[in-house]
């Protein structure tokens, strides 16, 4: 019995996602509630209210046939705001569902279709309305010779200048050419544009092998890229690198989680 159950749960979603997805969910809503459509209803009915649409057809005849044999006591009143209901269950769900996608640095080949993490990493930046996060061990400087730093800095930049609250988080040991990340932001960081909130994670002096390694980044806590890829030219367009991208409630809990640390005072100001 309940496998029959969930059977009938399952065709009854399907129903609803096939009426939504045609745009006719709200025209079979208003025909059960004015009585146009009932658990009576012939084909000729049902195909007069499908006007053509086969997918609508097909969703509308199974859904005449779960409400005859499994909800017969049902009003058309009530089963409309069933509908409802499993249709709004539909939607949050899926709002609620992480998408993911493999990104990729490195040689191109034949067969795999991984989005590169330059784009990727220009795409997330470039979408956040109200909130940022960069968190990475290693910002390359100016001696990124092609400029594919500099047009990521300055897409951050950008974000600020339109109201995006930006964190960036970055580890604070020398990096190649005797310079700190610190140094290599202001360096980079355009003229005329306030600065994002700069944090550190201070290493214990007696520890000098601990490094802030994530690489992170974080819009709007709902879109998210971790990666092994570090802020510089090689990582985003030459290495081999690999990073996932999750969009949905990963993403939050990640910007919450280094929340957490600034609130814990694990993570500090940058500012020396």
């Known amino acids: 019995m309940p496998d029959t159950k ?14 939504i997805n045609a745009g006719t969910f709200a025209e079979v809503i208003v025909a059960l509630e004015s009585g146009e459509l009932t658990s009576q209803s012939g084909s000729a009915s049902i195909a007069k209210l499908a006007a053509g649409r086969g997918t609508v057809q097909s969703a509308l ?4 046939t779960i ?9 058309s009143a009530a089963f409309a705001l069933q509908l409802i209901a499993l249709k709004e269950a539909v939607l ?16 191109k080949v034949e067969g795999s279709y991984l989005r590169a993490t330059r784009q990727v990493v220009q795409d997330i930046i ?11 061990y290693w910002l390359a400087g100016k001696e990124d ?20 609250k930006v964190i960036m988080v970055l580890d604070e040991g020398e990096k190649g050419y005797g310079k700190n990340n610190r140094d290599t932001l202001i360096a980079l960081w355009p003229k005329g544009i306030a600065s994002p909130q700069l944090l550190t994670w201070k290493i214990p002096p007696n520890d000098k092998h601990l490094k802030l390694h994530a690489k992170v980044l974080v819009a709007d806590r709902h879109d998210a890229l971790v990666t092994s890829a570090n802020l510089t030219m090689y990582a ?18 990640i910007a919450q989680h280094f929340e957490l640390l600034r609130y814990k005072e694990i993570l500090v100001p940058y500012d020396v």
């Open 236 to 253: 985003l367009d030459r290495n081999m690198e690999m990073g996932v991208r999750a969009q949905g409630q990963p993403s939050e809990r």
């Open 6 to 19: 969930n059977k009938t749960a399952y065709t009854l979603a399907q129903n609803v996602r096939q009426l």
């Open 67 to 75: 409400w005859t044999f499994e909800f017969t006591a049902l009003s």
């Open 61 to 64: 005849s199974s859904l005449i």
């Open 92 to 107: 949050l769900t899926e709002s609620e569902a992480t998408k993911t996608e493999v990104v990729w640095t490195g040689p």
């Open 145 to 164: 010779y092609e400029g594919i730093i500099n047009d990521v800095i300055e897409l951050i930049a950008n974000a600020v200048a339109r109201g995006v």
């Open 126 to 136: 470039s979408a956040a309305q109200f909130e940022l996060l960069v968190v990475g």
